[in-house]
């Protein structure tokens, strides 16, 4: 969710998708022996992103449901299990799908950006871009840069064969206003002018508050996790 | 006036809606290829008779040739580069496999590079996770219901029905 709402690209998280992409696997195996793993997903879920976990009880509501109505449901009970496992799957594989187009079409967005970005990171401080992505990344900006410059470039006069893509392409616009939910108290927020009549001034952030705020200021909670995007 | 033509190709794409490939307009290009080379030639010898003979009123003109140029190549880039971006968004609507008359529209370096798009979308997806990887140009909405216009008696409908799993569709 925090990715869809913010202007930039968020730092990658591999371990998430990957963990995720395991479920979807486990669970396909077990929808076909006609089992429900209930055990394995609910706890599986507490490692994974609140996002995730959103679905768990959904999923543990209708288990609950269905024990209720058992005499209607015998004779449909293992189609009916495969169903909703399979609801389930279509569901995750929805939202991480979604996650992941949403992070592929920032990175075609702003590429020179994002690949500057990653150039200059430094060492030890954590990427934006998974491998893959990064790989995807530069083969996006190689190709484009040689179709510009095979179409068009090259066919005019020396001196301005090369166009400079990083000011050419928009930057992203960290100063859009975003809404926030807060998950931990935070204080002392400083907030910076937006013009020269303003005058910086200091926040709390309390917690389960939500907000109307420029990205830029709160950047930094986003990636620790103080900060929901809504 | 000089950055007519690249207007046009910028205006082209302007007039056209979002989504939609006008066919490549070759020969616009070339005009204004060729614009570009009039023009810095000329600029060129200007610039030789502002050295050597002293010509200093011929400046403005150069920069203003200069100007032109600058112009010129921003409006073709951008002609180019709207166009791959409308191209790019095929692949994700259509599929790997362009329809003919969209096809037509499109140069052959247009064709190669939507070629090669394909390719890195396709090593990417491939690389996420498991054997096949996930196909994330599917799935575009969320799931509403698991299956598509399937028709149960009532009786057996209304818990799922009222548990959300399925939509009542009133058709």
Excluded at chain 1, 67 to 89: P, Y
Excluded at chain 1, 119 to 140: I, N, Q, V
Excluded at chain 2, 14 to 34: C, I
Excluded at chain 2, 119 to 137: F, H, N, P, V
């Amino acid at each position: 969710m925090n990715e869809k709402f913010a202007p930039e690209l968020l730092e990658s998280k591999c371990e998430i998708v990957e963990c995720v992409m395991e479920q979807l696997e486990h669970m396909l195996s077990t929808v076909t022996k006609h089992e429900i793993p209930v055990n394995i997903w609910i706890s599986a879920s507490h490692e994974q992103s609140k996002n995730m976990s959103s679905l768990a009880p959904h999923f543990f509501r209708r288990a609950t449901d269905r024990s209720r109505e058992e005499n209607l449901r015998r004779a449909r009970k293992g189609d009916l299990k495969v169903s909703i496992h399979r609801m389930e799957m279509e569901r995750i594989r929805y939202v991480l799908s979604s996650y992941l187009r949403c992070r592929l079409t920032k990175i075609e967005k702003f590429f020179p950006h994002v690949l500057e970005k990653e150039k200059t990171r430094r060492e030890g401080e954590s990427s934006s871009l998974s491998p893959e992505e990064f790989a995807f990344a530069k083969e996006y900006m190689a190709n484009t840069e040689t179709y510009l410059k095979n179409v068009a470039l090259k066919h005019m006069p020396p001196n301005l064969q090369k166009v400079d893509l990083l000011r050419s392409v928009p930057k992203p616009d960290l100063d859009s206003y975003v809404f926030l939910r807060v998950k931990e108290r935070q204080e002392n927020i400083l907030v910076e002018p937006e013009t020269d009549e303003q005058r910086d001034y200091v926040i709390d952030l309390e917690e389960g508050s939500q907000h109307l705020i420029r990205y830029k200021t709160i950047a930094p909670l986003v990636a620790s996790g103080a900060v929901q995007l809504i | 006036m000089f950055c007519e033509k690249a207007m046009e190709l910028v205006r082209e794409l302007h007039r056209a809606p979002e989504g939609q490939l006008p066919a490549f307009n070759e020969d616009g290009l070339r005009q204004v290829l060729e614009e570009m080379k009039a023009l810095y030639e000329q600029n060129q010898s200007d610039v030789n008779e502002a050295k050597s003979g002293g010509r200093g009123d011929l400046i403005p003109t150069i920069k203003f040739r200069h100007c032109s140029l600058l112009r010129n190549r921003r409006c073709t880039v951008a002609y180019l580069y709207d166009r791959l971006l409308r191209i790019r968004a095929l692949r994700w609507e259509y599929g790997s496999v362009l329809p003919n008359a969209l096809r037509f529209h499109m140069s052959a370096e247009e064709m190669e590079w939507f070629n090669h798009y394909k390719k890195s979308l396709a090593t990417y997806m491939r690389s996420l996770g498991g054997d096949e990887g996930l196909d994330i140009t599917q799935d575009m909405k969320p799931p509403k219901s698991l299956y598509i216009e399937h028709f149960l008696p009532r009786w057996k409908c209304e818990q799922l029905i009222r548990q959300g799993i399925l939509e009542h569709v009133l058709s």
